[in-house]
T-cell receptor, first 113, second 113 residues
Framework: DAGITQSPRHKVTETGTPVTLRCHQTENHRYMYWYRQDPGHGLRLIHYSYGVKDTDKGEVSDGYSVSRSKTEDFLLTLESATSSQTSVYFC????????????FGNGTRLTVT | SQQGEEDPQALSIQEGENATMNCSYKTSINNLQWYRQNSGRGLVHLILIRSNEREKHSGRLRVTLDTSKKSSSLLITASRAADTASYFCATVSRTDSWGKFQFGAGTQVVVTP
């Protein structure tokens, strides 16, 4: 299995509080992605990164920000959590998206009350 | 919007039967990939088929790709209870500079002994 770890695995937080989820990889892969998974929607891309300090928005980026200060870490921040951000969040990495698959972490289940 | 759309949404079969699911997509692709997700876990890559390939096999899995119809199918032969999972297709667009993977909503497969 690819070395990819998400933390925390579970989190319950209150509306309006900031939350940061961490994705850590040991594969030295350039590309990293944050997805959220909700019933009936499959996986939707939040943000992605194609290198250190190089990030861009996905299809559901509103209310989220990311940072990548080093190759191995990709942080997802909810500046002010809302109930609509209750979801399972997955981080994924790939060496090269046009010829290689994604490797996923085991997810973070976030509940915003 | 989702690039890949799986069909059917759910499939229930008996052990030993074959399971077939389909994926349709909208734009020109570089490659199409299939993933499996067991309950509570991250997605696991099954097979990648490039746009210039028509069929690919991996063990009990057979994937076809028809770029003229913008569709792909995944066949699992001689299914086992352990094949119970959700299956997703993902595409990487040919026109996307940064290799964003886009997923469909998935097909939930239940294999009963």
């Amino acid at each position: 299995d690819a070395g990819i770890t998400q933390s925390p695995r579970h989190k319950v937080t209150e509306t309006g509080t900031p939350v940061t989820l961490r994705c850590h990889q040991t594969e030295n892969h350039r590309y990293m992605y944050w997805y959220r998974q909700d019933p009936g929607h499959g996986l939707r891309l939040i943000h992605y990164s194609y290198g250190v300090k190089d990030t861009d928005k996905g299809e559901v980026s509103d209310g989220y920000s990311v940072s990548r200060s080093k190759t191995e870490d990709f942080l997802l921040t909810l500046e002010s959590a809302t109930s609509s951000q209750t979801s399972v969040y997955f981080c994924a990495i790939t060496r090269e998206p046009y010829n290689s698959p994604l490797h996923f972490g085991n997810g973070t289940r976030l509940t915003v009350t | 919007s989702q690039q890949g759309e799986e069909d059917p949404q759910a499939l229930s079969i008996q052990e030993g039967e074959n399971a077939t699911m389909n994926c349709s997509y909208k734009t020109s692709i570089n490659n199409l990939q299939w993933y499996r997700q067991n309950s509570g876990r991250g997605l696991v890559h099954l097979i990648l088929i490039r746009s210039n390939e028509r069929e690919k096999h991996s063990g009990r899995l057979r994937v076809t790709l028809d770029t003229s119809k913008k569709s792909s199918s995944l066949l699992i032969t001689a299914s086992r209870a352990a094949d119970t999972a959700s299956y997703f297709c993902a595409t990487v667009s040919r026109t996307d500079s940064w290799g964003k993977f886009q997923f469909g909503a998935g097909t939930q497969v239940v294999v009963t002994p």
